[in-house]
């Protein structure tokens, strides 16, 4: 069964260094999300990706994120400057056509900022 | 921001025990999406419903979509240690567009004691 797959599961970064997230979402999917969960807290949005563009994102999507998909296959979430409260879980998930509702996310990559 | 309201928070059951939960929105949705969590792992969909009324399963799991739209809820019966785990309810919002990010709710913890 096709899945979505998250490299690395975790992150250790220190403070102010960039972390990129990778993605590979289910093949032949159109529609690209990146979500994050703070720890015990629920999956909130981050930002929305289609046809090589950001669609919607959220508040927390501020500059010092951004996306990128580099060719075929990945999807990236680049954290240019980490901050503490940066530390969470990040989930990507994938949908596959404009009609299609279900979204399949990825196990998650877990980002510690110290 | 739009809410997604879980109860209960958290729930204990005894093994072979059925459990409900429920998800209630002030707006309303086109699509309700239940998923479980398990520690450390990304949400794993469960059952998608696509309008309202509509009834599904899978296994030993139902779920409604609420005929009024602005709620539904979960049921799983005769449950077993492996149904450990939080579940989230989660939609897309009619104001998410063709993006169709989801708003997740707080969750519903659920321990099941042998």
């Known amino acids: 069964e096709p899945e979505v797959t998250q490299t690395p599961s975790h992150q250790v970064t220190q403070m102010g260094q960039e972390v990129i997230l990778r993605c590979v979402p289910i093949s032949n999917h159109l529609y690209f999300y990146w979500y994050r969960q703070i720890l015990g807290q629920k999956v909130e949005f981050l930002v929305s990706f289609y046809n090589n563009e950001i669609s919607e994102k959220s508040e927390i999507f501020d500059d010092q994120f951004s996306v990128e998909r580099p060719d075929g296959s990945n999807f990236t979430l680049k954290i240019r400057s980490t901050k503490l409260e940066d530390s969470a879980m990040y989930f990507c998930a994938s949908r596959g056509t404009f009609t299609s509702r279900e979204q399949y996310f990825g196990p998650g990559t877990r980002l510690t900022v110290t | 921001g739009q809410q997604l309201n879980q109860s209960p928070q958290s729930m204990f059951i005894q093994e072979g025990e059925d459990v409900s939960m429920n998800c209630t929105s002030s707006?309303?949705?086109?699509?309700w999406l239940w998923y479980k969590q398990d520690p450390g792992e990304g949400p794993v969909l469960l059952i998608a419903?696509?309008?309202?009324?509509e009834l599904t399963s899978n296994g030993r799991l139902t779920a409604q979509f609420g005929i009024t739209r602005k709620d539904s809820f979960l049921n799983i019966s005769a449950s077993i240690p492996s149904d450990v785990g939080i579940y989230f309810c989660?939609?897309?919002?009619?104001?998410?567009?063709?993006?169709?990010?989801?708003?997740f709710g707080s969750g519903t913890q659920l321990t099941v004691l042998p």
């Open positions: 707006s309303i949705f086109n699509t």
């Open positions: 419903l696509y309008k309202a009324g």
């Open positions: 989660a939609g897309p919002l009619p104001i998410s567009g063709s993006a169709r990010q989801l708003t």
